[in-house]
């Protein structure tokens, strides 16, 4: 008699997904949300559109001051949003105006 494991629909979408276009599209989607989570509400109100496209993190920064702060820390943003998301999802974040 064959005996099954149960899991969850989450598990198994995510096994089905992964290494698909599907779910990077399904991660860089998530990088907004952990935008908020990793740099907080006092930097997040400063923040304007955000877009990922090709490995890059495209985000409007409404103060000057904090845009050179966040690009001099920007390579350790990279790595706690990739942590966030659980996969190497972001290359680069470029800072704008």
Do not use: C, Y
């Not at 509400?41 to 845009?67: C, D, P, Y």
């Amino acid at each position: 008699m064959a005996t099954h494991k149960a899991e969850s629909i989450g598990t198994l979408l995510t096994e089905f997904l992964r290494g698909t276009e599907a779910e990077t599209i399904l991660l860089e989607r998530k990088i907004p949300i952990l935008w908020k989570e990793v740099l907080g509400s006092a930097i997040t109100q400063f923040t304007g559109e955000m877009e990922v496209k090709n490995g890059t993190l495209f985000v409007h920064i409404h103060s000057a001051a904090l845009r050179h702060q966040l690009f001099e820390q920007r390579h350790a943003i990279i790595n706690k949003l990739n942590e966030g998301a659980g996969a190497k999802i972001l290359k680069d974040i470029r800072l704008l105006g």
